[in-house]
């Protein structure tokens, strides 16, 4: 499930972004001005950052500044209504990854955005492990011991999830927002069954427990 966050504050090229990114698979969220998405980008993981320029509040050359200061390397593409070389040259330095002029085909913009997933394929692609736990992204599989592990879909989501983001507490929200896409704001209990399923197969038969409950706030994976 790849996630796309759009910063714009043109409503009308905001929904259509929208619906045309949800319509082709991806899972989108959207910020109208620039201190927002900057937060958003800096608190939730992102495969993609659709980014405009003129903003409200923050502009979108502050927005990518910051986001690499903080080393969040989130590939962005920028959207721009000035076709100004300068601006270009700029943005490229900045650390965006392209950019598209206004006004652009949406093809176009599924085009550059499809390229940008393949270029970082490292970062969400990889094979990620804690202990003897192995995860590959790829190929939808788990396993620990070197023992294939029979996981639902969600359940691999959230596995995924408390791997790439090891040692960091991970809120029921949080979790939440980022495996279902969803607010659960009154009834995270959907997380903590799925947590409990997750932990008959990946702790249960092991002696070394990778998940830890923290009370009152969420979990956290850790090696033993
Ligand atoms: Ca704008």
Redesign the pocket.
């Given at each position: 499930m790849m996630r796309i966050l759009i910063i714009?504050?043109?409503k009308k090229t905001a929904s259509f972004l929208h619906k045309g990114l949800t319509e082709s698979g991806f899972v989108v969220e959207r910020s109208g001005n620039g201190e927002d998405g900057l937060f958003l980008a800096s608190t939730e993981q992102f495969d993609v950052i659709i980014l405009?320029?003129?903003?409200p509040r923050l502009d979108g050359w502050s927005v990518l500044e910051a986001l690499r200061y903080r080393h969040i390397e989130t590939p962005v593409l920028f959207l721009t209504?000035c076709d100004l070389v300068d601006d270009r040259v700029k943005g490229l330095e900045l650390g965006a990854d392209d950019y598209l002029v206004k006004p652009f085909a949406f093809a176009e913009l599924l085009a550059r955005v499809r390229t940008l997933l393949r270029r970082n394929p490292e970062r969400q692609l990889s094979i990620a492990h804690i202990e003897d736990l192995k995860i590959d992204p790829v190929r939808h599989r788990a396993e620990r011991g070197g023992k294939r592990l029979n996981l639902r879909p969600k359940e691999f989501a959230l596995l995924l999830l408390f791997v790439r983001r090891a040692g960091e507490v991970l809120t029921r929200t949080l979790i939440a927002e980022q495996v279902w896409d969803m607010n659960f704001d009154s009834d995270t209990n959907v997380v903590d069954v799925t947590v409990r399923r997750l932990r008959s197969k990946v702790d249960d038969p092991f002696e070394k427990k990778l998940i830890r409950t923290i009370r009152g706030v969420g979990y956290v994976m850790e090696e033993g």
């Open positions: 714009e504050d043109e405009d320029i003129m903003l209504a």
